[in-house]
Structures are given as C-alpha cells and as structure tokens.
C-alpha cells in the first residue's frame, strides 16, 4: 500500500557530511510522522530524528547539534542531512512513516528498506 524510497547514504570522512531522503509514495492519506531509525552491528535500533506534520522534532541526543531533520509535506519526502560525523554513526539508516491510508486513524508503521552509512575516520 505504501513504500518508502531512501536514497543517499554511503561512505563519508569523520567530519565530514551525508545528506539522506525518503519519500513515501502509494495509497496516502495523511503522514503524521516521519522519522530515521539506525541499527549499527550488534545493537538495537534507535531513532534518530523524528518530525511531525506540525513541525515538532525529536532528536537523538547524541546527534542533536550535528544532524537536521526536514520534511517536504507536499512531496511526503523527509531528509536528514548528518555533519560533522563520527565514527559512531556508521550504521544501516531506515527512514519510517506514520501513515493513515483513510481518513480514519489508526495510522500503520512503514518501514523503507535501509541505507547504509559507514563514516572512516
């Protein structure tokens, strides 16, 4: 019913910046939220940023002064262009919306397919 399209990710230099996008696409009604998860090896997967259709954001402390997260409402596309990056932030990036398909709640989870950033020192 609905997909997410993640594009950007890669190699980058500690220090340096990556940009990431995911647009959503399908039978859409209205986003509530849209966010990017990470899950490094080993680890739990951990949001990273989050922001609403009303503009309220959440950040990951650890990545509150480095990364930004934007959202494009009338194109369902939200970006998180990550600086100054640290070794720390290698890890496989998911980009996931709130969707309601309907005009009547409740909103599913939908989950795109992961990018991986590896950030060398």
């Known amino acids: 019913q609905v997909q997410l399209l993640e594009s950007g990710g890669g190699l980058g230099q500690a220090g340096g910046s990556l940009k990431l996008s995911c647009t959503a696409s399908?039978?859409?009604?209205?986003?509530?939220?849209m966010s990017w998860y990470r899950q490094a090896p080993g680890k739990q997967r951990e949001l990273v940023a989050r922001?609403?259709?009303?503009?309220?954001?959440d950040y990951l402390e650890s990545v509150r002064d480095r990364f930004t997260i934007s959202r494009d409402n009338a194109q369902n596309t939200v970006y998180l262009q990550m600086n100054n990056l640290e070794s720390e932030d290698t890890a496989v990036y998911y980009c996931?919306?709130?969707?309601?398909?309907?005009?009547?709640?409740?909103?599913?989870?939908?989950w795109g397919q992961g990018t991986q950033v590896t950030v060398s020192s």
């Open positions: 399908g039978r859409i009604f209205h986003i509530n939220a």
């Open positions: 996931n919306a709130q969707v309601m398909t309907t005009p009547y709640p409740p909103a599913n989870n939908y």
């Open positions: 922001i609403f259709t009303g503009g309220l954001i």
